[in-house]
């Protein structure tokens, strides 16, 4: 089991194609290497002479096998035209992944030589690379869709329930506006919890697919939404019955009376059709409705009109026609790929929908278009302004319904099943104590969020939430964890309570019983599974899937091994060279959690009966001996951490993969973000005023 | 379980859906009526197989120990010569074919290239009609350009109302993989063919059709609008949104065709799928009785069903086999503990697509022909192995096609033999005209006749 679990096979294929281009440049470029003078930096390049002291030994062309990457062959000049690789090096230099442990070290003062060397480097490639990366076209998503047709009607009740809202809102606790989450809250768990797909929405309509969340990365990204004649078949149908809802009345629709009620007799109806639609279409489309589609869309409606149909079944099957129309289900910006510097700006229009997308997952609402109309919204005093409104706005919900489950993969505990016979507790009445578990970091995250609290407290908070039933999950917290009375536990609305976090073992988003459980097999904790996750989630680092014929940890200990430790028997699993690169990076941050069991219990003896040892070093640098000082070395470094959940986020505005323009971004998104304490919110203003956020 | 849909179907052959129905399917296209229309379904198994328990003659080779990782290779040692024997004896494996052995081909020898850049799994099942040369395809890191199913229903799709129809078995109610797990089925590369996982959904996209037309007087409508917003988009974007006009083209198809089957397909006795839980045997039954009939009735001549999702380790019940949910993918990972465990699920598919074999050549298609005689039916992993994670040395069983094709051999091809010669070969005996496909080298003429 040891190399099984998707996170660990999963990876980031730009990370391989880095890899291919290292092997093929030196190719390319062998030829007219004479040409491109080797421009020399600011004095002698030490890059030879550091990658043939320190690095030549594996990563050469005998050993390109074992290594995966040739430096022998690469000069400075390939790497100028491959920003990626050159920040690929730099990243594992600057972290401390290579040299690997035991091969001689850089001294402090190479290091630093050898990283201003490629950063110059990387400067040129990024200036060599032109326009970096896009966001090409795309259909909005499952969740996307349902926003914006309830946004767009102004519905009282949603299109669809849908499962990947996992935490549903009970008693209104979610108040953005007021910068303070309650200290008692209502929820439910959509996907684990009782009758919590129950709510109003219309009937007679059925949801789509869900869309897929791509591997280390969103369910939002461009190159996983395309669209079949199956799925165009099922939003045709979709608009039709959404608009033939028998719950699509008067009382639902919140536009009915300025748009599908018929207006009074003494008006001349083709000037009143046109001027709804001009509206209308104007919102559903997100960019102004010009007066030929304001023709077509009129001249449908005044044709049925024409041949029998009453006003407000016209105007469905117009409202039935936008909401199948290619220009409501797809994002996009207009103009060529090859645009000239000053026509990358998004214009006005276009940024209100990545605005209102990122925050709202929905189309823009009537201010924004309006910003965007009178082409204010670029400027940065209003954008901050709208920044701040958005943020304030309840539709924010949207965003926290998407973002911190699928950063932190919590979908994963949806299947997650503990042994029965060794965690009795796990289960309860005909539910998982699961239903209670997933809502803690999510509620932690909304805190952080509407109070603006720095993101530092997403690794180490000093408060959280918890349900009666959640606090017998940490019951072991307690001196003596017996007078915590075994509570049946809500099944449909779960009260949640805000307790201040004084023992550091637990609070923040990793040490939580929900990740510590989905993290985990049914019997035993997987360490690397714990570790791949935080290197993906925590640091947006990924580990690459295990290389060539590994040596498997068998599921039980081999003869002799039976006394071992989990971290002993792993040990002498990665002996080999190639493995060991990876493991050393991943295995300690899974070891740091090895006191959590499979349901995120403190345990201090693993199943052998061994003394667990957490102790480690992060990026080979912070040294620690147990859990708290695991929190206290991630946070030693808490730029490292910014700027990975920057990366996440930004990824997430963006709906695209980062590329390494956008890396120059982050750094300068970090270090303002830093300059305010890591506060949440200021993160996000920073993403949006980004130059990747508002260019094409 | 619907007894009424069982009782037809074993009949099938019978009274319901004879010839004349289907004559008067021949919609539009003359030479349909003249000879039977060959169909093609592909019946695909995720996470390989284990060898010892499928291929002749590896029986004793070394169990792969744990997770093989990057091995990409067999253990054991595989003949590397053609070699053509009468398919007599079957491996365990192969044993719920034993009365229809005479009816398939058994092809071993094939492989695919895995592409660096994807994970390992990621391109077996979304990579495996399509097996494109390696870095030929731009802008992604899977090999995966249009799918044989696609192109070959680029030729005999075109009069149907479903140019194709895509089959999952895949119950996870978790979303925890990405679509390239769940689909084999791709009208080009990052353009999902998506796939059916409920079976009431696939019934009702079959049979329910009332709806349809009634969207037809907005599609006009939305039409312009794309035209519009074609003219707006640069080159990439505008390439990428082709899919919208494309699909708006085949539901307009979709339309006419089934509403000039109305009258037939109101004959069709098929209980609507109830939800109620299905032991997985039932349920993969069921999903395939729903293909068999779409391929029998014209509503499709290309299909193609996956019996499981690729990876994906979530475990789920096989009924009937274990007392407890299973985890497939663990289990290949596992095979030195639980290789019988594994065996039995590879058996439990293998009686599946034997199940289906035996309905198609119980259906009878007119000319006194079957409709197994009129389809080729192949059964396949893209993987060789789950531990080894190889690309290499396929299990492929092939049935159908009838007298167009020879059957009853075990075909052992040479080494390095692209499983692409044999999408070409079937390709070439569905009627395209395709003198190559993606890595394709040559021909498999050892199945033609």
Redesign the interface.
């Known amino acids: 089991?040891?190399?099984?679990?998707?996170s660990w096979?999963?990876?980031y294929?730009?990370r391989?194609?880095f890899?291919?281009c290292l092997i093929i440049l030196p190719l390319l470029f062998a030829g007219p290497r004479s040409v491109i003078a080797e421009e020399p930096i600011a004095g002698t390049s030490q890059f030879k002479v550091l990658t043939e002291q320190f690095c030549a030994e594996c990563h050469s062309v005998d050993q390109a096998v074992e290594a995966d990457l040739d430096l022998s062959q690469l000069s400075l000049d390939d790497l100028r035209k491959d920003a990626e690789a050159t920040r690929r090096i730099m990243d594992v230099i600057e972290q401390r992944e290579m040299p690997p442990e035991d091969a001689p070290q850089l001294s402090d003062q190479q290091r630093l030589q050898f990283l201003e060397e490629l950063r110059a480097v990387f400067r040129q490639a990024i200036a060599h690379g032109g326009s970096g990366e896009r966001t090409?076209?795309r259909r909005m998503n499952r969740f996307q869709y349902n926003n914006a047709v309830v946004d767009l009607f102004d519905l009282r009740c949603t299109v669809f329930t849908l499962p990947?809202r996992a935490m549903r809102v009970h008693r209104n606790y979610f108040q953005p506006e007021t910068g303070k989450m309650p200290e008692q809250v209502a929820v439910g768990n959509r996907?684990l919890g009782k009758s919590q797909m129950i709510e109003p929405r219309l009937a007679g309509v059925a949801a789509f697919?869900?869309d897929?969340?791509?591997?280390h990365g969103y369910d939002n990204r461009a190159?996983?939404l395309?669209?079949?004649?199956?799925?165009?078949?099922e939003l045709?149908?979709l608009?039709?019955s959404i608009t033939q809802s028998p719950d699509f009345h008067p009382k639902q629709v919140g536009i009915w009376k300025s748009f599908f009620a018929k207006p009074s007799v003494d008006q001349d109806l083709g000037p009143v059709v046109r001027e709804r639609l001009r509206r209308f279409l104007t919102r559903a489309f997100r960019r102004p409705a010009d007066e030929?589609?304001v023709d077509?869309?009129s001249s449908?409606v005044l044709s049925m009109i024409a041949s029998g149909s009453d006003f407000p079944e016209a105007m469905k099957?117009?409202a039935?026609?936008t909401i199948?129309?290619?220009?409501f289900l797809?994002l996009?910006e207009?103009?060529?790929?090859q645009s000239s510097e000053s026509s990358r700006s998004v214009s006005d229009f276009e940024l209100a929908t990545r605005l209102s997308f990122f925050l709202w997952g929905s189309a823009p609402d009537d201010t924004l278009l309006s910003l965007a109309e009178s082409e204010q919204l670029h400027d940065d005093e209003v954008l901050n302004e709208q920044i701040d409104r958005l943020l304030r706005d309840r539709k924010l919900k949207r965003f926290c319904d998407q973002f911190p489950a699928q950063w932190l993969q919590l979908?994963?505990i949806?299947?997650s099943?503990p042994n029965r016979e060794r965690f009795p507790s796990f289960y309860f009445s005909k539910y998982r104590s699961s239903m209670h578990m997933m809502m803690e970091p999510l509620l932690l995250f909304e805190t952080v969020l509407i109070e603006d609290l720095p993101i530092t407290q997403l690794i180490d908070s000093d408060f959280t939430y918890r349900s009666k039933k959640l606090s017998q999950s940490y019951a072991w917290l307690a001196e003596d964890g017996s007078n915590i009375k075994s509570t049946g536990g809500g099944v449909t609305v779960l009260n949640f309570q805000r307790i201040p976090v004084s023992d550091r073992r637990v609070g923040g988003v990793i040490t939580n019983a929900a990740v510590m459980t989905m993290t985990s097999g049914p019997d035993r904790t997987q360490p690397i599974t714990r570790g791949a996750w935080i290197a993906s989630v925590i640091f947006n680092d990924p580990p690459e899937?295990?290389?060539?014929?590994?040596?498997?940890?068998?599921?039980?200990p081999l003869v002799g091994e039976e006394n071992l430790t989990i971290r002993e028997r792993l040990a002498a699993h990665r002996e080999r060279a190639d493995c060991r690169g990876c493991h050393e990076q991943i295995d300690p941050l899974g070891f740091a959690l090895e006191n959590y069991d499979p349901v995120g219990h403190w345990r201090t003896e693993d199943e052998q009966g061994n003394t667990i040892d957490p102790s480690g070093q992060l990026f080979r640098e912070y040294a620690f001996n147990d859990v708290v000082e695991f929190k206290d070395a991630i946070l030693a470094d808490p730029d490292r951490f910014c700027r990975a959940f920057a990366g996440h986020l930004m990824s997430f505005a963006l709906a695209r993969e980062l590329g390494p323009k956008d890396r120059v971004a982050l750094d300068q998104i970090t270090q303002t973000v830093k300059d305010d304490g890591y506060k949440m919110k200021t993160l996000i203003r920073q993403i949006i005023l980004s130059e990747p956020f508002r260019t094409r | 379980m619907s007894i009424s849909r069982r009782t037809f179907l074993r009949g099938a052959g019978g009274a319901v859906l004879t010839l004349p129905w289907l004559e008067s399917l021949a919609v539009g296209s003359e030479a349909l009526a003249a000879q039977s229309t060959l169909r093609m379904a592909h019946f695909y198994v995720p996470i390989g197989v284990v060898r010892r328990g499928f291929f002749p003659g590896e029986q004793d080779d070394v169990i792969p120990?744990?997770?093989?990782?990057?091995?990409?290779k067999s253990l054991g040692k595989q003949n590397p010569n053609r070699n053509i024997k009468p398919l007599e004896q079957l491996t365990p494996t192969m044993q719920p074919l034993e009365s229809l052995k005479t009816q398939v081909n058994l092809i071993t020898g094939m492989d695919r290239t895995f592409q660096?850049?994807?994970?390992?799994?990621?391109q077996c099942a979304s990579c495996y009609l399509s097996s494109a040369r390696p870095?030929t395809i731009e802008g992604?890191?899977w090999p995966l350009d249009r799918t044989l199913d696609h192109l070959v229903a680029d030729h005999v799709g075109t009069a149907t109302p479903f140019?194709t129809l895509e089959f999952s078995c895949n119950s996870?109610?978790?979303?925890?993989?990405?679509?390239y797990f769940?689909n084999i089925s791709w009208?080009g590369t990052?353009?999902?063919?998506?796939s059916?996982r409920d079976p009431r959904k696939m019934y009702r996209?079959l049979f329910s059709n009332s709806?349809?037309s009634?969207?037809r007087?907005?599609?006009s409508?939305?039409l312009?609008?794309?035209r519009?917003?074609q003219q707006?988009?640069?080159?990439?974007?505008r390439k990428?949104?082709e899919?919208?006009f494309?699909?708006?083209r085949?539901?307009e198809k979709?339309m006419d065709r089934l509403e000039s089957m109305k009258h037939e397909l109101s004959l069709v006795d098929f209980e609507e799928p109830t939800e109620a839980y299905l032991p997985r045997g039932d349920y993969i039954r069921l999903m395939g009785d729903l293909m068999v009939t779409a391929l029998q009735t014209g509503l499709t001549n290309v299909a193609t069903f996956m019996v499981g999702p690729e990876?994906?380790?979530?475990?789920y019940m096989f009924d009937g086999l274990f007392d407890k949910?299973r985890s497939h993918?663990?289990m290949s990972?596992?095979q030195?503990?639980m290789i019988d465990d594994l065996l039995k699920v590879d058996q439990f598919h293998m009686e599946q697509f034997a199940y289906l074999v035996d309905k198609m050549a119980n259906v009878d298609d007119g000319n006194g022909e079957s409709l197994l005689d009129n389809t080729l039916f192949t059964y396949g992993s893209g993987l060789g192995d789950g531990s080894t994670h190889q690309y290499n040395d396929l299990p492929i069983v092939m049935a159908g096609g009838g007298k167009r094709l020879k059957k009853g051999q075990h075909i052992n091809l040479p080494e390095g033999t692209p499983l692409a010669n044999l999408w070409l070969t079937q390709a070439q005996v569905m009627g395209v005209e395709m003198k190559d496909f993606a890595d394709s080298n040559g021909l498999v003429t050892e199945i033609l006749s």
């Open positions: 089991m040891t190399c099984d679990g998707s096979e999963g990876r294929w730009r391989r194609c890899v291919i090409s076209i990947e996907p697919p869900q897929l969340r791509a591997e190159d996983h395309s669209l079949s004649p199956m799925l165009m078949d045709l149908k608009g039709r030929s589609l077509r869309y449908f099957a117009a039935a026609a199948s129309s290619p220009r797809y996009y207009g103009g060529s790929d979908d994963r949806v299947s099943v899937p295990p290389p060539a014929d590994v040596p498997p940890l068998p599921e039980q | 120990k744990g997770n093989l990782g990057n091995v990409m660096q850049g994807t994970d390992v799994h990621a870095y992604t890191a140019r996870h109610r978790d979303n925890k993989e990405s679509i769940d009208y990052g353009h999902l063919a998506p059916i996209r709806e349809i009634r969207s007087d907005i599609t409508l939305v312009e609008d794309a519009d917003l707006e988009l640069g080159g990439s974007d990428k949104f899919e919208y494309e699909s708006i085949a539901i979709q990876r994906w380790d979530t475990p949910p993918h663990q990972h596992n030195t503990k």
